[in-house]
């Protein structure tokens, strides 16, 4: 399995085991590095934008102080909602790659 794909799953698992929310994890890649990690924080934050993607997306934002994610892969462990869809086109993300988990 993809190295990436693991670090998404790893997160999933996090959150999972913290009690944070549901099992979605996900990790940005660009250029074959890490750039952001997130896993479903819903529960936890009581906010319902909280999602594996949304957390992943902020996270890579934030490491790159831009909001333009281009040139960016997304390894999410499930399907992207409308939500997390809709941010990953704005953020200019090219890619997805998941893994359905559940």
């Not at 102080?65 to 993300?93: H, K, Q, R």
């Amino acid at each position: 399995m993809n190295k990436f794909m693991l670090i998404a799953i790893n997160e999933a698992r996090k959150g999972i085991e913290n009690g944070d929310g549901g099992p979605f994890g996900a990790v940005i890649v660009k250029n074959d590095e890490v750039i952001g990690v997130g896993h479903n924080r819903v529960l936890k934050n009581k906010d319902a934008t909280c999602h594996g993607e949304m957390e992943a997306i902020r996270n890579a934002s934030k490491n790159l102080n831009t909001f333009d994610l281009s040139g960016c892969v997304l390894y999410t462990t499930g399907e992207p909602c409308p939500m997390c869809l809709a941010a990953c086109l704005w953020a200019n993300i090219e890619k997805f790659i998941l893994v359905v988990l559940f």
